[in-house]
């Protein structure tokens, strides 16, 4: 059963700095890229970013370019987000999905940026 | 970048026939896939329909996908109407390094 787990969200000031992750299992890790997407309180689903089944390669929503890095240990089978300068705006949930086309998602982690 | 536009609500009586469609801004519908994801509230989304018109498992049959190149647009059709199937829906798609999602469309079972 392939499952995904989020953690390391909570609260932070702005202008700070949080480190997501998500620990998968169920499934050959290695072989698939993974998405992060978020959901702002009460908005729709925005993509966030997209990395590589290798790590070699990752995407990022212009909102996110620059503030924040996507990466994974294929050994660990595990994704991080590492979101640095954040803003009041990047308040949401944080899910992570497999593939690009997002077949299976986890529950997500809440992230609340606010002083 | 091109957007992903849906209806903002649905609303239809238990046993019948919905349609949600997803229209494309720019750029060809069939060039990239079309996912399709329910999002019960409180809870995280699900996906329905994967590449166009596929059902993951587990997923009943009165759910399923299509596109049509004329109008460049994706649809969702849900039919014989539950209400478990009341929940924001959402498409998905892509044209390379862009992932977009359509804004939801809220189902609502009368």
């Known amino acids: 059963e392939v499952q995904l787990l989020e953690s390391g969200g909570g609260l932070v000031q702005p202008g700070g700095s949080l480190r997501l992750s998500c620990a998968a299992s169920g499934f050959t890790f290695s072989d698939y890229a993974m998405t992060w997407v978020r959901q702002a309180p009460g908005k729709g689903l925005e993509w966030v970013s997209t990395?590589?089944?290798?790590?070699?390669?990752?995407y990022y929503a212009d909102s996110v370019k620059g503030r924040f890095t996507f990466s994974r240990d294929n050994f660990k089978n595990t994704v991080y987000l590492q979101m640095n300068s954040l803003r009041d705006e990047d308040t949401a949930v944080y899910y992570c999905?497999?593939?690009?086309?997002?077949?299976?998602w986890g529950q997500g982690t809440l992230v609340t940026v606010s002083s | 970048n091109f957007m992903l536009t849906q209806p903002h609500s649905v609303s239809e009586s238990p046993g019948k026939t919905v349609t949600i469609s997803c229209t494309r801004s720019s750029g060809t519908i069939a060039s990239h896939y079309v996912q399709w994801f329910q999002q019960r509230p409180g809870s995280a989304p699900t996906t329905v329909i994967y590449?166009?018109?596929?059902?993951p498992s587990g997923v009943p049959d009165r759910f399923s996908g299509s596109i049509d190149s004329s109008s460049n647009s994706a649809s969702l059709t849900i039919s014989g109407l539950k209400n478990e199937d009341e929940a924001d829906y959402y498409c998905h798609s892509s044209d390379g390094t862009n992932r977009v999602f359509g804004g939801g469309t809220t189902l609502t079972v009368l």
């Open positions: 990395i590589s089944a290798s790590g070699f390669s990752a």
């Open positions: 999905a497999r593939r690009e086309l997002l077949d299976y």
């Open positions: 590449e166009d018109n596929q059902r």
